[in-house]
């Protein structure tokens, strides 16, 4: 039987696959094991195997730094490790973050930092193709901070939320679904051995919430996962040389609950990795006794199934405290190809980017992180057919650059000429900002940049009033900004024409005054839709014809009620992202811009929330 091809970047191997051709080996998808600490020393080795060929791991490469009792994950094409302990013992911790593509073998170069929080034990709680997350560790203290990096970039770890408890060694190997991350607790600072696990939601952060409890409490498991399955293997009860334990459970990670016992190790360990595809799970070397003695042993076992692991193969080198993650990691494989009518929405109690392709309907899927964060509020964004630049937000004058073609984490930009929220935000080539707020005032500023290259905004010119949470949109020629908030909710659409800097020009009226209502385009229209009226939330979607001047005509309706969500568009077709009515709202709607009618479902947002958006294909673009 052809192994699975799941997680494999080369299309002829896929193919190999396919029809049954004889297989390349090294054309497998990898598998790396990380640092550790050998019989007698610390290692900076990086090992690799391949889950779908049953042969010894070989060496890979090298950490930047030897070190042990390290975490690590990764995308399908990329390997992660952070944290440890250097060979100076408990006194020499390390806040280093590694990383190398799976594809080519050789030395492992610096990502970024972890948090000041720098620890040994540190675990992987979950990753998706995109967010990476650790939790827990022993600083000189244990502590309860969960960060995470974004994986398609480098840069230092940002602040994820909190566990219910401090603590440390839990488990190492990830358990998780491509949305939910879930981790053993381990030991909490009163050095109680717990058997709790708790979870998180990898697109939203936030603190982690109880999923249920291990069979047994140990510490320094390991674990892996299928699709469905979430299987912890091994540990130690109080970390003493007679207390390994080889006892394996199972939980199903779509619901919550308690675990289940599957089977047992081929020996009683710790301190070992764990790796896993969508049908097996690999539980890699450890340590038989308290430390000292390390094993080069790798079990196996079917996920699917219940029963006792059997042998794999062995380490190149056994060690013990190692990381490890596999390009085959079932929470992998939901990542689909970028589409070329993408939308981007980032939400504003996160830095976090989900993605839409607008031709087609669905749910939003994970795409990246932007540089900074601006909490409550609104993002201004501005867009050319490749580049996205999200800018501004609370006490923010901060402009980040994503690129549509790749997932990751956005970059800076430039700089708003001032700091402000609820900005509104379109353009080609030219990218512009309308208005928004300063502490409690509410100003006209309308700034511009060039998309093309990174630099600091330059002033455009002036509405015809100070006006926050004005909605904008556009084709090549003219950005209107259609009402907004001043002394009270405005009815008014102004326009500008992009070649040429300079004041609002006054261009008709909507049928009512809004505020935080969200605009988009076809090249010859501009819709603008919800928002809030006077005292409540609207649903109101109207329409002007973007070339010559007049007041708005109704158009139809969104499915619900709500303002400050996140509106973008192709050729064709409108879509409205999130948003605030009664709640947060994670509602997709779409409509057809150069007919009229309602709204109709399109999918949902990763998480319920308001924030901004941005398309490669609205009519802004030629």
């Not at 948003?579 to 709202?585: N, S, V």
Request: a negative charge; charged letters at 15%; one cysteine or more.
């Amino acid at each position: 039987m052809a192994p699975s091809y799941s997680g494999v970047w080369n299309i002829s191997t896929q193919y190999q696959y396919r029809t049954g051709w004889p297989v390349d080996i090294g054309l497998l998808p990898r598998s790396l094991i990380a640092g550790g600490s050998t019989n007698s020393a610390y290692s900076n080795q990086v090992q690799s195997i391949q889950i779908s060929n049953t042969a010894d791991a070989i060496d890979f490469g090298d950490l930047t730094v030897a070190r042990r009792l390290v975490a690590g994950g990764g995308s399908s094409t990329r390997f992660i490790t952070a944290g440890g302990e250097g060979s100076g013992g408990a006194s020499d911790r390390k806040d280093i973050i590694d990383y190398k593509e799976y594809s080519s073998s050789g030395n492992l170069s610096d990502f970024g930092d972890l948090l000041s929080t720098t620890s040994v034990y540190i675990n992987s709680i979950g990753n998706s193709n995109v967010r990476l997350i650790f939790s827990g560790g022993d600083a000189g203290g244990y502590h309860n901070v969960m960060q995470y990096v974004t994986i398609a970039s480098t840069g230092n770890a940002t602040d994820f939320g909190d566990l219910s408890v401090a603590s440390s060694a839990g488990q190492t190997g990830i358990v998780g679904t491509a949305t939910r991350g879930i981790s053993a607790i381990g030991i909490n600072s009163s050095y109680t051995v717990l058997n709790t696990i708790e979870y998180v939601t990898i697109a939203s952060t936030g603190n982690s919430t109880d999923f249920g409890d291990r069979t047994n409490a140990v510490i320094s498991a390991s674990g892996c996962a299928s699709s469905t399955r979430g299987v912890f293997m091994g540990g130690n009860t109080d970390g003493t040389a007679d207390d390994n334990v080889n006892v394996i459970d199972y939980i199903t990670m779509v619901s919550k609950g308690n675990a289940t016992d599957f089977g047992d190790l081929s020996q009683s360990t710790f301190r070992a990795g764990g790796i896993s595809n969508a049908t097996k799970g690999l539980y890699i070397g450890g340590s038989t006794d308290s430390g000292a003695t390390v094993t080069n042993t790798i079990d196996q076992i079917t996920i699917a199934s219940t029963g006792n692991a059997t042998d794999f193969a062995d380490l190149n080198a056994a060690t013990s405290g190692h990381s490890s993650a596999s390009a085959e990691f079932p929470a992998l494989e939901t990542q689909p190809s970028l589409p070329s009518a993408i939308a981007l929405f980032v939400d504003d109690v996160d830095t976090h980017i989900s993605s839409i392709d607008i031709t087609t309907l669905g749910n939003a899927i994970a795409f990246g992180d932007i540089s900074y964060t601006a909490i409550n509020g609104a993002y201004g964004g501005a867009s050319s057919a490749t580049r996205n630049c999200f800018g501004g937000g609370s006490s923010q004058d901060s402009i980040d650059l994503t690129i549509f073609a790749t997932r990751g984490k956005g970059t800076d930009f430039g700089n708003l000429t001032q700091a402000r929220t609820s900005v509104g935000g379109s353009g080609n080539g030219r990218g512009m900002y309308f208005g928004g707020q300063v502490g409690n005032d509410y100003v006209d500023v309308v700034d511009y940049m060039t998309i093309s290259s990174a630099g600091n905004a330059t002033d455009f010119g002036n509405l015809s009033e100070d006006t926050n949470g004005c909605a904008v949109s556009g084709n090549t020629t003219r950005i209107l900004a259609l009402g907004g908030r001043t002394s009270g909710y405005r009815n008014v659409i102004e326009y500008f024409t992009i070649s040429s800097t300079g004041n609002a020009t006054d261009f008709g009226d909507m049928s009512q005054g809004v505020g935080w209502a969200m605009a988009t385009s076809s090249s010859t229209r501009v819709t603008a839709a919800g928002g809030y009226a006077t005292s409540a939330y609207t649903n109101v979607i109207e329409y002007v014809t973007t070339a010559s001047t007049g007041n708005a005509t109704d158009f139809g309706d969104l499915t619900v009620a709500r303002g400050q969500g996140g509106c973008v568009s192709n050729s064709t077709r409108g879509v409205y992202m999130g948003g605030y009515g009664a709640a947060d709202d994670g509602t997709i709607d779409y409509w057809t811009i150069a007919s009229t009618g309602n709204a109709i479902d399109f999918g949902d947002l990763l998480a319920a929330t308001t924030g901004g958006a941005q398309s490669n294909g609205h009519g802004g673009i030629a």
